[in-house]
């Protein structure tokens, strides 16, 4: 199924990332692995695959990397960019740090490679850059308000590229993910034992993900909601934000804190 092909994937030391590792290493592809640290353990079970320690929050280290693909001829066919972070930013206050270190992760870390890709000359073979979302776009955690924000931005700008780009040897292409079984999921001690047994329920493992990824990349379409049974879930979620106030809204708002009058 992907056999032969080239793919560069950020963030696979764990989870979805390590998943799509995983596959395409089994499936013979030719994988570059792009991760901030170095994972002595990760590197040795899989001898095959090019290793590059690049911190994806930095534009400099992120063309320096695709310069050197480039002139090297390694530049790959695919671009699965993954990496992306969870954090409480949002609870007892606003942390601002915490925030944008989400920020700087998930939607810069994959902003940073599309300036010097779409500046590179027309290739003759489509290009296909993946960006991994999340239905939390839609309807987020109030505490990892970074996570939200970031994939709701990163939706937005692959949105406006998949048109923009039609047609062109750039395949803009993104990943909306539900609930997938890897430890990004944030705070669910502080969520009823109901809503995180509803959330394991709806839940895919990464396997099956990586599989449902790697199929999508073969096409051109734009956007990939997985899995199909979280969707019904994630609407749910949202009619009960819009028709109950205060739903799923944060602890300030459930525990009644006072407001100013106006």
């Known amino acids: ?27 013979g592809s030719k994988v570059i692995s792009v991760n901030r640290r170095r994972v002595p353990e990760l590197e040795s079970a899989y001898p095959s695959v090019r290793f590059e320690c690049v911190d994806v929050r930095s534009d400099e280290e992120v063309e320096m990397l695709i310069q050197r693909l480039t002139e090297s001829a390694e530049l790959p066919e695919l671009f699965i960019l993954n990496a992306g972070i969870n954090c409480v930013d949002n609870d007892e206050s606003f942390q601002l740090a915490a925030y944008r270190e989400v920020v700087d992760t998930n939607l810069f870390g994959v902003l940073h490679f599309i300036q010097p890709l779409t500046e590179l000359p027309p290739s003759e073979s489509p290009r296909r ?26 939706t937005e700008c692959f ?8 047609g062109t040897d750039l395949v803009f292409q993104q990943v909306m993910l539900g609930p997938v079984d890897t430890a990004i999921y944030t ?5 009823p034992t109901w809503m995180v047994r509803i959330k394991n329920a ?4 990464p396997a099956a993900t990586a599989r449902a990824i790697a199929l999508f990349g073969l096409t051109r379409r734009p956007k990939l909601f997985y899995p199909w049974r979280a969707v019904p879930l994630y609407l749910g979620m949202w009619l009960f934000r819009s028709l109950l106030p205060g ?4 602890r ?3 525990d009644g804190r ?3 009058s106006t």
Do not use: C
Request: charged fraction near 20%; charge should be positive.
């Open 202 to 205: 709806f839940s895919a493992p």
């Open 159 to 166: 949105d406006a590229w998949s048109k923009m780009y039609r």
């Open 258 to 260: 006072a407001r100013r």
């Open 187 to 191: 705070m669910a001690d502080r969520f």
């Open 247 to 250: 739903f799923f809204q944060g």
């Open 129 to 154: 850059l993946i960006a991994i979302s999340s239905l939390a776009s839609y309807v987020g955690n109030p505490y990892g308000l970074g996570y939200t924000t970031s994939k709701r931005a990163l």
């Open 1 to 27: 199924m992907t056999s032969g092909r080239s793919v560069l994937i950020t963030g696979t030391s764990s989870g979805v990332g390590r998943a799509l590792l995983e596959h395409y290493t089994r499936n």
């Open 252 to 254: 300030k708002t459930l």
